[in-house]
C-alpha cells in the first residue's frame, strides 16, 4: 500500500531527550501514534511539519520532501490539528478564520460554514472565550476546510470530556469515507484509538518501539495470570513483560502456545487493550 508519510531516521536532539524515528503512515488509513507524555510525538510533528529544526534524516510527504520549493504545495495539502490551538486569543472566530483561510488556495467557505453551523459555534465570539472542547472543534473545522489529503493531529482529545471526544472520532470516520484520506493521530488516549485506528505506532523515550496494524497487534498479544508459583525462569524468558507480586505474576506475551504447554494449573488469559501493550512496553 501506498505511504504518504514516510520518516527515514529522523534526528533531534535536546539536553535530556534525543529522538531517532523511522516509520511510514499509509495512504486511506487512520494511524495511532502512541505513547506517554513526553515520549517524543510533539516533538517528532513538529519536525515533519517543519515546525522544529531535524538534525537528519529524510521526511517525505506525498512523495516530496519538505523544502522552500514543496512547502506551500505539500502544506496546502494537510489539515493541521495541535492540542493548544495556536491561534491569537484576543481574535474572533471569523477574525481567525480569514487568516487562516488565505493560505490555502483549495479554501471551502461553504464547509467550513458547514462545520460552524454543526457544531454551534460563534463565529463573532473572541477565541480566549471558547471552552476547550469549543477550541477543538474549531481547529478541526479550519482543519478540515480546505479539503486535506492527510490530517495530522496531535493530542486533540486531550483534557476533553468524553461526549466531545466521542464526536470528534465520528468526525475523524466521516473524513476517512473518502478512501484517498488519511490521518496521522498522535495520542496518550488510547481509548480514543479502539473503534478508529488501523495502524499502530509507538514511540518512547524518543525511539520507535513498534509500527503494526492494529487489529494483527491486538490479536498478537495475550495477558496471562497466574499464582506466583507457576513461574520458573524458562517461563519468566516467554513474556515480553512480567509483574511478580507476593501471591500472583501477570504478563503479556506473543508467546501463547508455548506458554499454554508449559502451564500445567489454570492460569486466566485475556485479550489486551492498546494501553496494555503500550504499558507493557514502556514498563519494560
Known sequence: MENILEVINLRKTYTLFKLNATFNVKKGKITGFIGINGSGKTTTIKSILGLALKESGIIKIFGKELNKKTEKEIKNRIGIVFDEGYFYEELTLKEMKKIISSSYSNWNEELFKKYIKRFNLPLNQKICNLSKGMKMKYAISLALSHDPELLIMDEPTSGLDPLVRHELMNILLEFM???NKSVFFSTHITSDLDKIAD?????????????EDKNELLNKYVIIKGSKELVNDEIKELFLNLKIS????EGLTDKKNELSSLFRKDVVIEKPTIENIMLYHVER
Open 199 to 211: 495502524d499502530l505506532i509507538l514511540i518512547n523515550n524518543g525511539k520507535i518501539i513498534f509500527c
Open 177 to 179: 469515507k473518502n478512501e
Open 246 to 249: 507476593e501471591d500472583y505474576f
